[in-house]
C-alpha cells in the first residue's frame, strides 16, 4: 500500500484503535517520546507557528503547548484520525497531504512529528523531507520522533518477536491494516532518516530512546532565505 488514498482510509477504518496500537506498540513509552520530541519547542524563540506533521489525535500537540504558546498548525491526511485533536488549545487542524502542503514557503518556525515517518517512507521519505523544508523558516527547530528498525543483532531479534505479538493482537481489529502498521515500523531505517534529512538541509542529531527501539532527530534548518509568517490553507473546524 504506497497510495496516498488507499493511506488515508486505513487510517479512517483504524482511527479509533490507533492509540491503543502506539501504545502497545512502544511498550507504553508513547507520551514519554512525544514529550522528548516537544522539548525542542521550548528553544524557539520566533512568535511564527509551528508545524505538527501527521497530527493524528493531536498528543503531541499537547505536549508543545507545555513548552511553547506558538500557534500549532497541524497535517493529516485522515480526517477520522483527527476528530481527538480538534478541541486541543492553539492547534489548528489541516487536512492535506504531507507530500504537498498548502502553505507558503519558509512560514513555520518548526516541524514536529511522532510516529510518522515510518508511514512516509511507504511513499517517499525524501519527497515528505523536502516538503518540510520548504515551509521551515531557515534556522527552523526541527524535532520527529519515530520507532524504527533497532541497531544490534539481539534488540532487532526481540523487537522483531514484539511486534509480531502486537501484530497478531492488532489483527483482531483490522487485519491488514495492523499489518502493514507492523511492516513500516521494521522497514524504517533510522540511518535513511539521517541521510534524507541532511540532504533536504537539516543538521540534525539522532539520539537512541529503550535500547534502540526509537530514535529522537532534532536540529536546525539550515541555508535558505527568510519568509512572511502568514500561511494559507483551509481551515478545519
Same mark, same amino acid.
Given at each position: 500500500?504506497?497510495?496516498? @488514498? /488507499?493511506?488515508? =482510509?486505513?487510517?479512517?477504518?483504524?482511527?479509533?484503535?490507533?492509540?491503543?496500537?502506539?501504545?502497545?506498540?512502544?511498550?507504553?513509552?508513547?507520551?514519554?517520546?512525544?514529550?522528548?520530541?516537544?522539548?525542542?519547542?521550548? #528553544?524557539?524563540?520566533? @512568535?511564527?507557528?509551528?508545524?505538527?506533521? $501527521?497530527? $493524528?489525535?493531536?498528543? !503531541?500537540?499537547?505536549?508543545?503547548?507545555?513548552?511553547?504558546?506558538?500557534?500549532?498548525? $497541524?497535517?493529516?491526511?485522515?480526517?477520522?484520525?483527527?476528530?481527538?485533536?480538534?478541541?486541543?488549545?492553539?492547534?489548528?487542524?489541516?487536512?492535506?497531504?504531507?507530500?504537498?502542503?498548502?502553505?507558503?514557503?519558509?512560514?513555520?518556525?518548526?516541524?514536529?512529528?511522532?510516529?510518522?515517518?515510518?508511514?512516509?517512507?511507504?511513499?517517499?521519505?525524501?519527497?515528505?523531507? @523536502?516538503?518540510?523544508?520548504?515551509?521551515? #523558516?531557515?534556522?527552523?527547530?526541527?524535532?520527529?520522533?519515530?520507532?524504527? #528498525?533497532?541497531?544490534?543483532?539481539?534488540?532487532?531479534?526481540?523487537? @522483531?518477536?514484539?511486534?509480531?505479538?502486537?501484530?497478531?493482537?492488532?489483527?483482531?481489529?483490522?487485519?491488514?491494516?495492523?499489518?502493514?502498521?507492523?511492516?513500516?515500523?521494521?522497514?524504517?531505517?533510522? /540511518?535513511?532518516?539521517?541521510?534524507?534529512?541532511?540532504?533536504?538541509?537539516?543538521?540534525?542529531?539522532? !539520539? =537512541?530512546?529503550?535500547?534502540?527501539?526509537?530514535?529522537?532527530? =532534532?536540529?536546525? #534548518?539550515? $541555508?535558505?532565505?527568510?519568509?512572511?509568517?502568514?500561511?494559507?490553507?483551509?481551515?478545519?473546524?
Amino acid at each position: 500500500m504506497s497510495n496516498q @488514498k /488507499e493511506i488515508s =482510509t486505513m487510517f479512517n477504518s483504524i482511527s479509533s484503535f490507533y492509540e491503543f496500537f502506539n501504545i502497545v506498540s512502544s511498550l507504553g513509552l508513547v507520551i514519554v517520546w512525544r514529550t522528548r520530541a516537544a522539548l525542542a519547542a521550548g #528553544k524557539i524563540n520566533g @512568535k511564527g507557528p509551528l508545524l505538527e506533521v $501527521g497530527v $493524528g489525535n493531536g498528543g !503531541l500537540s499537547r505536549m508543545i503547548r507545555r513548552f511553547s504558546n506558538n500557534l500549532i498548525v $497541524g497535517i493529516d491526511i485522515s480526517r477520522d484520525l483527527t476528530a481527538g485533536s480538534r478541541g486541543v488549545a492553539g492547534l489548528e487542524v489541516v487536512i492535506g497531504d504531507a507530500f504537498r502542503m498548502p502553505f507558503r514557503d519558509g512560514v513555520f518556525e518548526g516541524a514536529f512529528s511522532a510516529f510518522v515517518l515510518r508511514s512516509l517512507e511507504r511513499v517517499s521519505l525524501m519527497a515528505a523531507i @523536502k516538503e518540510v523544508d520548504r515551509v521551515v #523558516k531557515e534556522g527552523g527547530i526541527l524535532s520527529f520522533v519515530d520507532m524504527a #528498525k533497532p541497531e544490534g543483532d539481539f534488540s532487532n531479534a526481540f523487537f @522483531k518477536v514484539y511486534l509480531r505479538l502486537a501484530r497478531a493482537f492488532g489483527s483482531i481489529y483490522n487485519r491488514g491494516a495492523y499489518s502493514w502498521l507492523v511492516e513500516s515500523i521494521i522497514r524504517l531505517n533510522p /540511518e535513511s532518516v539521517d541521510r534524507a534529512l541532511a540532504l533536504a538541509g537539516f543538521s540534525v542529531s539522532r !539520539l =537512541t530512546l529503550a535500547g534502540s527501539i526509537a530514535y529522537l532527530w =532534532t536540529g536546525l #534548518k539550515y $541555508g535558505d532565505k527568510g519568509h512572511s509568517n502568514n500561511y494559507q490553507h483551509d481551515r478545519i473546524n
